[in-house]
């Protein structure tokens, strides 16, 4: 089943028009994973999925229902969340205040909170820090636990694996695994390796344009096609 579907979509940031041509489909369950150079579109795809971009003109659609001209707040309560590649927490705020923000009626379910912690133990722990003072990849941890503290059909996550030393991001990987069996995620990533473990499925977007879609198993066996597209080779 297609969870999210965009056509034709195109969106522009002030003058400069970002994405031309943007059109691919999430099926339901799993990682699909949005690829491409540096300033391709991944991230304006995201934001315009969201809305946070007006793409105009093309649509993107949301269990078959049309989400593009919605506001941001109401894609949002219809159970997507976005983790930023900025990460989009508050600093000033403890570990679980984070958290607290991040539902609908300010109340967290204990069991999912259980549940968060098993797979960020970091989280539990330093549960009464203020979120500024948690390390690179901790602050990830809480970025990611925003975003499933409360059940969702879908997460957007923007490159959560930049900057991060190697033992975390292998811990994000299980994370993800764990994420997936529940929610669909829409991953944008460099980190090639981390992401041809995760994904079933996968874009790449070149100058604002899907190049290629297809499965990662196919995509991760062809180095020439990888090289043209990424330039991993470099």
Do not use: C
């Amino acid at each position: 089943m297609t969870l999210l579907s965009l056509k034709n979509v195109k969106t522009n940031i002030g003058q400069y028009a970002v994405l031309h041509d943007v059109s691919f489909d999430v099926a339901e369950g799993g990682v699909f994973v949005l690829l491409g150079r540096n300033g391709a579109g991944k991230t304006t795809t995201l934001r315009s999925i969201m809305h946070l971009w007006r793409p105009s003109p093309g649509s993107i659609t949301f269990r078959g229902q049309d989400i593009t001209g919605m506001h941001t707040s109401d894609i949002a309560r219809m159970g997507v969340a976005y983790v930023p590649e900025n990460m989009g927490i508050f600093g000033t705020l403890t570990v679980d205040e984070n958290l607290v923000l991040a539902t609908a009626n300010g109340k967290i379910d204990q069991t999912r909170l259980k549940w968060v912690h098993s797979l960020f133990p970091a989280l539990e722990k330093f549960r009464e820090k203020q979120a500024w003072s948690l390390s690179g990849g901790q602050k990830q941890m809480l970025s990611v636990a925003r975003a499933i503290i409360e059940p969702r059909q879908l997460i957007l996550i923007d490159e959560p694996t930049k900057g991060l030393a190697p033992s975390i991001v292998d811990a994000m990987a299980e994370a993800f695994r764990d994420i997936a069996k529940d929610s669909t995620i829409l991953l944008v990533e460099q980190n090639f390796r981390f992401a041809k473990s995760l994904g079933r499925d996968m874009a790449v977007i070149d100058d604002g344009r899907v190049v290629h879609a297809g499965s990662m198993a196919d995509f991760a066996a062809d180095q020439g096609l990888q090289d043209r597209l990424l330039g991993l080779s470099m």
